[in-house]
């Protein structure tokens, strides 16, 4: 990856992983990512800010020796996840004068995480700064944004913030500002709905501090670097916010055609309503899809059939995606139909106990869907309407 400035003498000198296609085991990378990790020189000190995963630890030094520095003497390390501090062992090898800079709880993680020895750190607290001569360095604990060790470095003079995964995306691209704004806010949605939507009102209270700071300079642990910032900001209060939208995200699946019917019957009444309905396929989603549209979302409706009591495993995941990320969804229900018993909408009651959600009453049917169960399908259409009216989303 080319090395470029940012602002004079600090510089980008990550890399992308152009065709990383999961991260963790787990989230889908349809643009593949990047390791962002910056090169601060000051004029008694050099900083660099987070050291990349360790796949690509060569190409950062590569990158670091193309700025011909002699040394490194702070290793600013604002999240201890590989991805951000995988490279620090590497690093300190090269540049063994080197002090690791982190908060006490980042640090006891690379300790147990990277075996890095008790001796190489400088712990710093909330506010903290560090001096690189002509320039300042200071530290913001932001815990649980999304990791409890989690903090942001803040460069004083030139208006930078470095704010780790906040603001970030899973984006590889060649360009070093976020130029083509519709493609990084779509992918910076994803990262947030994905990664940081679960620590929703943790990052309402940390934006709303950072309004204490003036920022010319967003630059993400992950994507493009944000030289417009009130677009990535304004996108974030938008999507931590407690405003939903006039939204029904609809997973469901069908194994039999009747849960098919149902759906489709259902997308149609809410489409009659002037409602907009994204409906998921559970068979064919792109999971991060799915996360995506539950961003906004006021209510969320699940559908599956009845497997061996249950709901289909396809549901679960579902069910259980949306429990996990703990979006604003104001209001919650389920389609369904059953052979000859089971308890599969109190299961699915059980895995989305996290969502502050009133729950609608479910339409269930048995076997085919009848005339009474498409005539239940327009009085849940008519339900969601008038909650969706009740809480001021529709005029």
Partial sequence: MTVREIKQKVYAV????????????????????????????????????????????????????????????????NHAEQDHSGGIPKVLEVYPMAKVVTNPKCK?????????????????????TISLGNRTLQFIIAPWVHWPETMLTYLKE????????????????????????????ESAKRYYAE??????????????????????????????????????????????????????????????????????YFIDAVMKRNITIKPFNLTKTDIGELAMALVDAATVVIGTPTVLTGPHPAAVYAAYLCN????????????????????????????????SAELIPPVIARGHPKAGDFQALDTLADTILEKHKGIGIIK
């Avoid at 006891?108 to 903290?128: G, Q, R, S, W, Y």
């Avoid at 950072?210 to 209060?237: Q, T, W």
């Avoid at 969804?329 to 000859?340: A, D, V």
Wanted: hydrophobic content about 40%; glycine content about 4%; some cysteine.
């Fill in 158 to 185: 030139e208006k930078i913030l470095f704010p780790c995964d906040l603001f970030g995306s899973h984006l590889a691209t060649s360009d070093l500002y976020s130029t083509d704004e519709a493609k990084v806010y």
């Fill in 14 to 77: 990550g890399t992308n992983h152009w065709d990383r296609r999961l991260f963790d085991e787990l989230i889908p990378l349809p643009d593949g990512t990047s390791y962002n990790s910056y090169l601060i020189i000051g004029s008694e000190k050099i900083a660099l800010i987070d050291a990349v995963d360790p796949v690509k630890q060569n190409e950062l030094l590569e990158n670091i020796n193309k700025i011909d520095v002699k040394r490194i003497d702070y290793v600013i390390s």
């Fill in 108 to 128: 006891e993680f690379l300790i147990e995480h990277l075996l890095i020895p008790e001796e190489k750190f400088l712990v710093v607290n909330d506010n903290d």
């Fill in 195 to 264: 990664i940081m939507m679960p620590f929703r009102k943790n990052i309402q209270k940390h934006i709303t501090r950072l309004n204490e700071f003036k920022i010319d300079v967003i630059a993400p642990s992950h994507g493009p670097v944000h030289n417009r910032p009130e677009f990535i900001l304004n996108a974030y209060k938008d999507w931590i916010s407690d405003n939903a939208k006039n939204e029904i995200v609809f997973p469901y699946v069908s194994m039999h055609g009747s849960v098919e019917k149902m759906a489709e």
């Fill in 324 to 355: 996990a990320l703990r979006p604003k969804t104001k209001f919650i229900s389920i389609i369904g139909s059953y052979g000859w018993g089971g308890k599969m909408p109190e299961k699915l009651k059980e895995l989305t106990s996290n969502l």
